[in-house]
């Protein structure tokens, strides 16, 4: 086989963003660009008001990245110093990095089985200083909502969700980012529904909590136009929120993609004893999961990784293969042993819209040489 013939699955194929959809993205940008359009236009408006209309929540703010938007969130809900704030440390930085710089101390805590926050880790951390949840809604599936709100109610604290990874992603048919008093959602390239740079968005159904965060995100400028209050600028641009609302007209075509792939690498990987998979797109009736990402548990991982490499397979380590706490200049001394065993056998094996099914069949069945050579 010629090195032109070797078959090559990259974890993640940017190129394929573009490529794929080139004629109308380029007709988009022509659009706003021969319109001027490039700041607070109505093309944000129009996707502000689809995405809300989408989740089923009275209002939608796009922002400059996801961590802006739950920096702001956090700001809007009234969180600073003197707080703490619970999160999962199964999650990226970003995560934490809004609580610090909102002024609040964050407060890590243990993921549970499908690496998603422990609500019973969370009640054990509250304390007196306790003013928020922030749980992350990871790898496209909601975490025990129902607990969560029954935990912040009984000691009168804030949901904040991130939702950076779980656009679509409904327990009990309620979306993700709506259980909390707001919810943030990341459309980076890679994420399920992306733009072609950085964006995200804040939705809420607490018409004070959006009036604050208008003001944050636009030099604290309030909806008449006149600076009511210090703000930051965290705009989500007009020509990626153009693109967004094109891509959300078939989103639902995306995710249903998304669930097919992830069937694919359940079925033919589930009779591995050492791999340990995320649930199925139908194990569970009340979770319905977008698939992000798809993060398995593996016996020997790196060897794993490294022989997908060989074989031309990307792959990838959650966060670079450490959970928040886990980064010694970042100050914790909080030791979390099941989230610390998970970051010992997590793995991302490939999930986009540019696999296809023989792509995943070949990824799954190198994953079985590998365990059955073993």
Known sequence: MTPTQIRSIPFF????????????????????????????????????????????VKYALGVG???????????????????????????????AAAIHFSGATPVPVECSEDH???????????????????????????????????????????????AAQALGSRLQGRAAGTFGTAGVFSFFPAKTLGCLGDGGAVVT????????????RDHGRGSGGEIVSWGFNSRLDNLQAAIL?????????????????AGIYRNRLRAIGQVKLPPGP??????????QNYEIEAERRDELRAFL???????????????????????????LPLTE????????????????????????NTIQDFFRLG
């Open 13 to 56: 194929d940017y190129p394929h963003l573009f490529s794929s959809e080139e004629r109308d993205l380029t007709a988009i940008f022509r659009d706003v660009g021969l319109r001027g359009a490039f700041i607070l236009q109505e093309d944000l408006v129009r996707f502000e008001r689809n995405l809300a209309a989408y989740l089923g």
């Open 65 to 95: 990245n996801a961590t802006d938007g739950l920096l702001l969130a956090l700001r809007a809900a009234g969180i600073g110093p003197g707080d703490e704030v619970i999160f999962c440390s199964h999650t990226m930085v970003a995560t």
């Open 116 to 162: 998603l926050i422990d609500v019973g880790a969370v009640e054990k951390a509250v304390t007196p200083r306790t003013r928020a949840i922030l749980p992350t809604q990871l790898n496209g599936r909601t975490a025990d909502m129902e607990t969560l709100v029954f935990i912040a109610k009984t000691h009168s604290l804030v949901i904040i969700e991130d």
């Open 205 to 216: 159904n607490d018409g004070d909590i959006y009036e604050s965060l208008v003001q944050l």
């Open 245 to 261: 609302d094109f891509h959300l007209g078939s989103y639902d075509r995306t995710i249903e993609r998304r669930r097919a792939l």
């Open 282 to 291: 139908q194990d569970e009736a009340d979770h319905f999961d977008v698939f």
């Open 309 to 335: 490499k060989i074989h031309h397979i990307g792959s990838a380590l959650p966060w670079g293969g450490k959970a928040v706490h886990q980064w010694p200049r970042l100050g914790f001394s909080t030791r």
């Open 341 to 364: 065993r998970v970051f010992e056998r997590a793995l991302l094996l490939p999930l986009n819209l540019s696999l296809n099914e023989d792509d995943v069949h070949h990824i799954c």
